[in-house]
């Protein structure tokens, strides 16, 4: 129930299509197609991209499947994709592979960043809060389960009690936050218990409406109801405001701590339509798409 | 005839051969005709057995095998008495499969939905069959049947937006959307089905009952009591297991009104969740044949023991009845 079954759908359908269309038409306009495999948190910004660009330039057909950053990493080394969308780095040895195949260092362009962000109501007085505290709350055993063991009089005694918002187990965001927040700690599992929704607005909506909650989200979908929380690496370190800005610094220290880039990897220097691709997506109008789904945009398209 | 022959300019006195034939071809295809209706009839038990095994078909390997190697085990005991469900996605090796949070929140949404929906759908059932009459009988008829035809996700969205925030207000709940505003959704969708059911039950009864029960001096709670309820027994059960079936299966309305939080609940404004939602939610990311996938279908299947088992005692209960009446 993620977002992610829609998109699979899509997938499906669009794979059909030529098949259709090969043997209606018989010989019209070459299309070329671009193949994208790779990470499951980027498949429906990937099948945005794909839409949109088809509009603009019908000639290209561009087929997108997920199946994880490992599963297209793998795939452009075999030579079975294109493009790669990854949510972390390559690592070493998956560049020694590629390398060793293609003669050429693969190449990653990072695309849009992932930030998440911890939304309360607009109401409850909390300004920062730190990863470790974080993990007490949604953390397998954690020990926080009242505002006021974070210090916070959050108005009346029974706004007390920490609702928390969870994601559906396998989404991607649900996948993120555990390595993100959780990984550290030695259970790395969710507490039980959570309000699991389904949705990334759904967990801003019933934020929004329930005044003791907190909940995790992509930074993109801030309301005038919820508040979103600064964090620390730390407890009683300065936090880092959730702002765009923040998600893309290169320091580590200055960088908002729950983010994470997310590339889009090319078998050595991209050329031809793959290039024309991957620089429509840079364009103004491909980092559009990028925020509309919530996530954040490079460059300085605000 | 259709209607075009008889408007149309052909002459009246053709219509009749045109009948008679129609009528010599209906003979001979009578026999194919009693077949389809024959197939119309099996058809039922024919999907049911199918449904079932494809179900069973899905979950057989783990319920054997106990999952696929390293891909998370699964063990009958846990499976039952365990409250831990913890799919784990990301390292299927330590995946907890407990049903027992879940088992119980489908339990107690459903008994929480049946203790609000029976009074308040009987009540409107007697209300509408034996005080009302004329236009307020025909109006509250039709508005309740308008309330059966509102899609389970709309009722789902009026528990998450309007209900949820009125409970946070009133009862100083946590969050909105909890065991309490899943229970009260389920029972004014189950409150229809058993309203038109009871209706029709207490219509069934003959009037020379309430006529005789009128000359014995029987008040009008006397007739209703000790005269109707009895009298309509059987109807009455039904109505109230439909109301229960349409509780205990709902699925999109109690995912967004009960919370979906894995755990026991121990007051009324906990959120709960229930298996068909669990389902429901689940199965769109689940790697298709992995341990997790099978599972699903393993609670399709205890969903489905759940249901025969209420429908096994709803007809024993009925038979009893009318062996009882029969002596």
Same mark, same amino acid.
């Given at each position: 129930?993620?977002?992610?079954?829609?998109?699979?759908?899509?997938?499906?359908?669009?794979? &059909?299509? #030529?098949?259709?269309?090969?043997?209606?038409?018989?010989?019209?306009?070459?299309?070329?197609?671009?193949?994208?495999?790779?990470?499951?948190?980027?498949?429906?910004?990937?099948?945005?991209?794909?839409?949109? *660009?088809?509009?603009?330039?019908?000639?290209?057909?561009?087929?997108?499947?997920?199946?994880?950053?490992?599963?297209?990493?793998?795939? &452009?080394?075999?030579?079975?994709?294109?493009?790669?969308?990854?949510?972390?780095?390559? %690592?070493?040895?998956?560049?020694?592979?590629?390398?060793? %195949?293609?003669?050429? $260092?693969?190449?990653?362009?990072?695309? !849009?960043?992932?930030?998440?962000?911890?939304?309360?109501?607009?109401?409850?007085?909390?300004?920062?809060?730190?990863?470790?505290?974080?993990?007490?709350?949604?953390?397998?055993?954690?020990?926080?389960?009242?505002?006021?063991?974070?210090?916070?009089?959050?108005?009346?005694?029974?706004?007390?009690?920490?609702?928390?918002?969870?994601?559906?187990?396998?989404?991607?965001?649900?996948?993120?936050?555990?390595?993100?927040?959780?990984?550290?700690?030695?259970?790395?599992?969710?507490?039980?218990?959570?309000?699991?929704?389904?949705?990334?607005?759904?967990?801003?909506? /019933?934020?929004?409406?329930?005044?003791?909650?907190?909940? *995790?989200?992509?930074?993109?979908?801030?309301?005038?109801?919820? +508040?979103?929380?600064?964090?620390?690496?730390?407890?009683?370190?300065?936090?880092?405001? =959730?702002?765009?800005?923040?998600?893309?610094?290169?320091?580590?220290?200055?960088?908002?701590?729950?983010?994470?880039? /997310?590339? @889009?990897?090319?078998?050595?220097?991209?050329?031809?339509?793959?290039?024309?691709?991957?620089?429509?997506?840079?364009?103004?109008?491909?980092?559009?798409?990028?925020?509309?789904?919530?996530?954040?945009?490079?460059?300085?398209?605000? | 005839?259709?209607?075009?022959?008889?408007?149309?300019?052909? =002459?009246? +006195?053709?219509?009749?051969?045109?009948?008679?034939?129609?009528?010599?071809?209906?003979?001979?295809?009578?026999?194919?005709?009693?077949?389809?209706?024959?197939?119309?009839?099996?058809?039922?038990?024919?999907?049911?057995?199918?449904?079932?095994?494809?179900?069973?078909?899905?979950?057989?390997?783990?319920?054997?095998?106990?999952?696929?190697?390293?891909?998370?085990?699964?063990?009958?005991?846990?499976?039952?008495?365990?409250?831990?469900?913890?799919?784990? =996605?990301?390292?299927?090796?330590?995946?907890?499969?407990?049903?027992?949070?879940?088992?119980?929140?489908?339990?107690?949404?459903?008994?929480?939905?049946? /203790?609000?929906?029976? #009074?308040?759908?009987?009540?409107?059932?007697?209300?509408?069959?034996?005080?009302?009459?004329?236009?307020?009988?025909?109006?509250? +008829?039709?508005?309740?049947?308008?309330?059966?035809?509102?899609?389970?996700?709309?009722?789902?969205?009026?528990?998450?937006?309007?209900? !949820?925030?009125?409970?946070?207000?009133?009862?100083?709940?946590?969050?909105? @959307?909890?065991?309490?505003? !899943? !229970?009260?959704?389920?029972? /004014?969708?189950?409150? #229809?089905? @058993?309203?038109?059911?009871?209706?029709?039950?207490?219509?069934?009864?003959?009037?020379?009952?309430?006529?005789?029960?009128?000359?014995?001096?029987?008040?009008?709670?006397?007739?209703?009591?000790?005269?109707?309820?009895?009298?309509?027994?059987?109807?009455?059960?039904?109505?109230?297991?439909?109301?229960?079936?349409?509780?205990?299966?709902?699925?999109?309305?109690?995912?967004? $009104?009960?919370?979906?939080?894995?755990?026991?609940?121990?007051? &009324?404004?906990?959120?709960?969740?229930?298996?068909?939602?669990?389902?429901?939610?689940?199965?769109?990311?689940?790697?298709?044949?992995?341990?997790?996938?099978?599972?699903?279908?393993?609670?399709?299947?205890?969903?489905?023991?759940?249901?025969?088992?209420?429908?096994?005692?709803?007809?024993?209960?009925?038979?009893?009845?009318?062996?009882?009446?029969?002596?």
């Amino acid at each position: 129930m993620c977002e992610r079954l829609v998109p699979t759908l899509l997938v499906a359908g669009l794979l &059909l299509l #030529p098949a259709v269309g090969c043997s209606r038409g018989g010989g019209g306009e070459a299309v070329i197609t671009i193949r994208v495999e790779g990470s499951d948190t980027m498949v429906n910004v990937a099948q945005a991209w794909a839409e949109r *660009y088809n509009q603009l330039h019908p000639e290209v057909s561009v087929q997108v499947l997920g199946g994880g950053s490992g599963v297209g990493i793998a795939s &452009l080394i075999d030579g079975n994709c294109d493009l790669a969308n990854s949510s972390r780095t390559m %690592k070493k040895d998956e560049i020694e592979k590629a390398t060793a %195949k293609y003669g050429v $260092a693969p190449k990653g362009t990072i695309v !849009g960043y992932d930030a998440l962000a911890l939304y309360v109501h607009k109401d409850n007085p909390l300004d920062t809060i730190s990863l470790e505290q974080l993990g007490e709350i949604y953390g397998w055993t954690g020990s926080i389960t009242h505002w006021s063991q974070l210090g916070v009089d959050n108005g009346s005694p029974r706004r007390d009690t920490i609702v928390r918002v969870s994601r559906q187990a396998g989404c991607g965001t649900y996948s993120y936050f555990r390595e993100a927040v959780l990984g550290k700690r030695k259970n790395p599992e969710y507490k039980l218990g959570s309000v699991d929704q389904s949705g990334s607005k759904a967990v801003v909506a /019933l934020v929004s409406k329930t005044p003791s909650a907190i909940g *995790y989200s992509g930074m993109g979908y801030e309301t005038p109801e919820v +508040k979103m929380l600064n964090i620390s690496r730390r407890t009683g370190e300065l936090g880092i405001a =959730p702002k765009p800005e923040n998600a893309k610094k290169a320091n580590e220290k200055e960088r908002y701590p729950i983010t994470r880039p /997310l590339l @889009i990897y090319t078998a050595g220097e991209p050329t031809g339509p793959i290039k024309d691709y991957l620089d429509w997506i840079l364009s103004a109008e491909g980092q559009a798409v990028v925020r509309e789904l919530g996530y954040v945009s490079v460059g300085d398209h605000e | 005839m259709s209607e075009a022959t008889t408007t149309a300019e052909t =002459p009246r +006195k053709k219509s009749a051969p045109i009948s008679r034939l129609i009528n010599v071809a209906l003979d001979r295809t009578e026999p194919l005709v009693e077949w389809l209706i024959r197939l119309c009839g099996w058809s039922a038990i024919l999907f049911v057995g199918a449904i079932f095994f494809f179900v069973f078909r899905e979950a057989v390997p783990v319920l054997v095998g106990g999952g696929a190697e390293g891909d998370g085990q699964f063990d009958v005991q846990e499976f039952l008495t365990s409250q831990n469900w913890i799919p784990s =996605p990301f390292k299927p090796a330590d995946a907890q499969y407990g049903i027992l949070a879940l088992l119980l929140g489908s339990l107690a949404v459903t008994g929480l939905a049946m /203790l609000l929906a029976v #009074p308040l759908g009987l009540g409107a059932a007697v209300y509408i069959s034996e005080f009302c009459t004329g236009r307020t009988k025909e109006t509250l +008829k039709i508005v309740i049947e308008l309330l059966a035809a509102i899609p389970s996700i709309v009722w789902g969205f009026i528990g998450y937006m309007v209900l !949820g925030p009125v409970l946070i207000e009133l009862t100083g709940a946590p969050v909105g @959307i909890n065991l309490l505003n !899943g !229970g009260i959704i389920l029972a /004014l969708m189950s409150v #229809p089905v @058993i309203v038109s059911v009871g209706e029709d039950a207490l219509k069934a009864v003959p009037d020379s009952y309430r006529e005789a029960a009128i000359s014995l001096g029987a008040s009008r709670w006397e007739i209703i009591y000790r005269v109707l309820f009895p009298a309509a027994k059987n109807g009455l059960l039904a109505a109230v297991l439909l109301g229960v079936g349409r509780a205990v299966g709902e699925t999109m309305a109690v995912l967004m $009104a009960t919370g979906h939080a894995v755990q026991i609940p121990g007051s &009324l404004l906990d959120p709960v969740r229930t298996l068909t939602a669990t389902i429901a939610a689940e199965l769109g990311d689940v790697v298709a044949g992995g341990t997790h996938y099978r599972v699903l279908f393993v609670i399709g299947l205890v969903l489905f023991a759940v249901t025969f088992v209420v429908n096994l005692t709803a007809d024993l209960v009925v038979k009893g009845i009318r062996s009882e009446k029969a002596r």
